[in-house]
Each structure stands twice: as C-alpha cells, then as structure tokens.
C-alpha cells in the first residue's frame, strides 16, 4: 500500500485516499473536495478490545462500554457498471454465484478474531443480487462465527433488483435496514450517472423498503447535470422521509470513463451550494456527518465504527479488515479471491502517532468531534498534549470549536474538512 510521508508520521494513503479524497490536495478546497461516497470494502479501527464510547450533547454513540467491531462483506457483482464508480466489482448477468457465496462462508468460519460484532454490512458491488438461499448461507455462518444481539444488519441494494417479496425475505433472513442506492429523483440525472433503474422505480423501491424496515437509508449523488435538479431530489427524499439520508458529491475518479470527463465537475463554488442546499432542505436531520443525515436514533452504527476508527473485519473480495491495530487486504480480483479467501494482500501495522491522526482525523468529521475523555481512554494522554498547538490554530481559524469536554468541527469546519486533515499531518 503506497504511503503518504508528512513531518515525523507516516499516515496511510488509505484514509487519505479513500475516506478524504482530495485531502491531500495542497490548495484550499471547499466542501466539494471533501465531500466522499460510501468508503469501500470496510475501514478502520484501533482494537477489538473492549472499547468505551461516550454519549455527547449532539449525538453519537452510546455510553455502554461495548467491543465495537464492524463486519464488512463485500459482494462484487453487478448487472451493469455505472461509468463513475471505482469500487471493486465485476459485471454478471446472473445472481451471485453459489461459488462466491461458499468462498465468503468460508472465510467467516475461518476468521480468528473478537466474537461479538456490533454491526454487519453487505456491500458492494450488489449485495441486492444474493439469492435467497445465498443470503440465508452468510447470515448461517455470520451466526455461527459471531455473537449478533441486537447488532444492525444492513444490506446495500439496487432500487431496480427489488420487490415487495424480496424485502420481505430480507427481514425474515435477519436484515435490518437497507440502504438504497437511489442517486436522484430525477431522469436526466440517473441518465447522465448510467443508471440502470429509472425514477419510478426508485420511487417503488422506497415505498417497499419503508413499509417493511424500521430503519432504512437513501444514498443521494449531486453534482451531476443537470444540477438545478438537485433542489427537486432533495425535496422529494424529504417528503419520502427516510430515517437516513446519504447525500455525495460526484468525484469523477481516475481510471473509470469518468475519470475520462473530469472536466465536467462541478466547480468547488457550486459543491458548496449544493452541500448547502442539502442542509437547508434537510433541516429536519442530524447533519451527523459531513455526508451524512439522520433523524433521532437512525445514524449508522456500522458508519460510526469506521469514524471513530475502531475494529471492523472485512470479508469478501477486495475488503479490508482492521483489527488489533493491523489493517489488511483481501485480493482484489474474485478469482484470487476465491482461489485463497481470506488470504492477505496488503497487510500494514497501524500504531503510534498515525493511529492517533486517523482517529482524530476520522472524528472531525462528525458533527459531534471528538470527546476529550475518550481520547485520553484510548491513547492514555490528553489530546491537546498530543496535538498541542496545531489544535489552538485551528480553533482560531474557525475550523473547531471546543469546550470542557469536546472537540468538534465548525460549520466551516465541515466545508472545509480537508483543511482540518492537512493541518494535522503536518
Ligand atoms: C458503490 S455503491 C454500492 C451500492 C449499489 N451498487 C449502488 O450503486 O447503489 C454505494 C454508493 O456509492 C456512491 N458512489 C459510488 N461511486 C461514486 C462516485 N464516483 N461519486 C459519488 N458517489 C459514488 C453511490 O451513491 C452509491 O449509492
Ligand atoms: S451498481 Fe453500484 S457498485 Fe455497481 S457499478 Fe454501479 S455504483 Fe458501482
């Protein structure tokens, strides 16, 4: 894994890269250049031990001392490839293959680490192509392999994949929330993305998935043209009013044929507007996360893992695991995948000073920051000792705020969230 040298630390170009795309860019970018899509494949955390989480006055986790391990599958196939995507997938015109399902069972049953997971999240790729019998097949050996009580299920699906019926086995497998990926409410929108489902489908999709979860979520996309639709979008994810609400800006990543059109992104100006735009029009949400929307008890606790940088264990073609401080890699080609699951690719020791920025990196951006006692309880000394007057600078530039208990970023702070990442690493 290519790594990013700055001062004393080494900082892993993973969370640079995938979590804070252009954070590494040296110009000032607003809001545009920071906000990100879904990271693929799992992320990060320190341990698998025993971690305490504190509750703060503008939400987060729970107070319960709890082994917050995440569990990531990646399912990576897909009917058709949307020309902007760079996560790991393969095009199928079938069901997920029974071989991959037994490759994935495999690894689960094989996996040596924590027992008890707090979440589990199927992702891809389209975990909305696992046929019953597949899907039953994991949940069987998710169980077998872990504790699961009262842990979030989340499957990622494809508006056009889904019916009544499906949704219905979902629930009965185990799933508990669903996360659609619906991108826009409008035509010419999902025409330009090379969708494959239609507005009327999504809008189908929804009504299913709402009437039979508890707790669901909508992944929105801006950005692409035309961009005055953005306003409908959001107004009608308002009124549909999911318990969760996604919402990305556009990256035109190299490599994908989009990459090839990068000259038609959206200038850092019009991100801002639109990202603002999300707020206003989502004023009935927690604005939990740079991208992300919650109503009351609704934020992803799989997502949470990940921002406060804690363990998770990926399992699945390219997915990656970080536990006890080692964060690693599995193939990224499902044929070596399914020659060896499991077997490590990439495999590097996070510790030190880099797991500390990671993590103080990962809380900024959450609305809610960092809790100073959690910080001192899971590195042993004082963030301000750590970071020291680099804090001091940015809470005078506007981009934090703190009192007694909490470090968390401004509304600036969010916009520019990049900035925050840069002035830490170095
Ligand atoms: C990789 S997809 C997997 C789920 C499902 N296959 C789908 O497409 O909805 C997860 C989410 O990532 C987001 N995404 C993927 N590529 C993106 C990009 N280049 N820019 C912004 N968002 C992107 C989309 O919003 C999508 O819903
Ligand atoms: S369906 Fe989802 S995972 Fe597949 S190519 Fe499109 S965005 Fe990527």
């Known amino acids: 894994m290519p790594r990013y040298e700055v001062s004393c630390v080494c900082v892993s170009s993973f969370l640079l890269s995938i979590h804070n795309p252009c954070c590494l860019d040296p110009e000032k970018r607003p809001v545009g250049a920071t906000l990100t899509r879904r990271s693929e494949a799992g992320e990060f955390k320190g341990t698998g031990h025993l971690v305490k989480c504190h509750v703060n006055n503008k939400g987060g986790v729970s107070d319960k001392i709890t082994p917050m391990l995440g569990i990531y599958l990646h399912i990576p196939y897909c009917k058709t490839l949307c020309p902007y995507c760079d996560f790991v997938k393969e095009r199928s015109r079938t069901n997920v293959p029974e071989a991959f399902v037994e490759a994935l069972c495999r690894e689960i049953t094989a996996f040596e680490g924590p027992r008890v997971a707090e979440s589990v999240f199927f992702g891809g790729g ?8 597949g899907l039953e097949a994991i949940m069987k050996a998710l169980h077998a392999r872990f504790t699961l009580d009262g842990a979030e299920i989340t499957l990622e699906a494809n508006p056009d994949d889904l019916s009544p019926e499906l949704v219905k086995v979902w629930r009965a497998l185990g799933i508990n929330r669903v996360s659609l990926g619906v991108q826009s409410f409008e035509e010419r929108v999902l025409r330009y993305l090379g969708r494959r489902h239609d507005v009327g489908a999504a809008r189908r999709a929804c009504e299913w998935v709402g009437n039979t979860f508890d707790t669901w979520s909508l992944d929105l996309i ?8 953005w306003e409908a979008t ?3 994810a308002e009124a549909i009013a999911p318990p969760h609400i996604s919402a990305y800006n556009l990256t035109y990543e190299v490599g994908t044929p989009f990459g090839k059109r990068a000259d038609q992104a959206i200038p850092d100006d019009v991100a801002l507007r639109m990202f603002k735009e999300a707020d206003e029009i989502l004023g009935g949400y927690d604005h939990y996360e740079i991208s992300n929307y919650a109503k009351p008890g609704h934020q992803s606790r799989h997502n949470l893992i990940y921002w406060h940088n804690e363990s998770y264990a990926g399992f699945g073609t390219g997915a990656y695991s970080y536990i006890e401080g080692v964060r690693a890699r599995n193939a990224v080609t499902t044929d070596a995948y399914l020659r060896n699951p499991g077997e ?3 495999s590097e020791h996070i510790a030190g000073d880099a797991a500390r920025l990671e993590t103080l990196i990962q809380h900024f951006r959450l609305e809610a920051g960092m809790k100073k006692a959690y910080y001192q309880e899971r590195f042993g000394n004082a963030v301000e000792d750590d970071f020291d007057s680099i ?13 007694e208990d909490r470090i968390w970023p401004t509304e600036e702070g969010y916009y520019l969230n990049n900035e925050i990442g840069l002035a830490l690493i170095n």
């Open 126 to 133: 389209t975990p909305s192509l696992l046929t019953a019998k």
């Open 222 to 229: 801006f950005g692409a043209p035309p961009i005055e639709a």
């Open 234 to 236: 959001l107004k009608e």
């Open 344 to 346: 490590k690719v990439e």
């Open 391 to 403: 804090l001091d600078v940015l809470i005078a530039r506007g981009l934090l705020a703190e009192d």
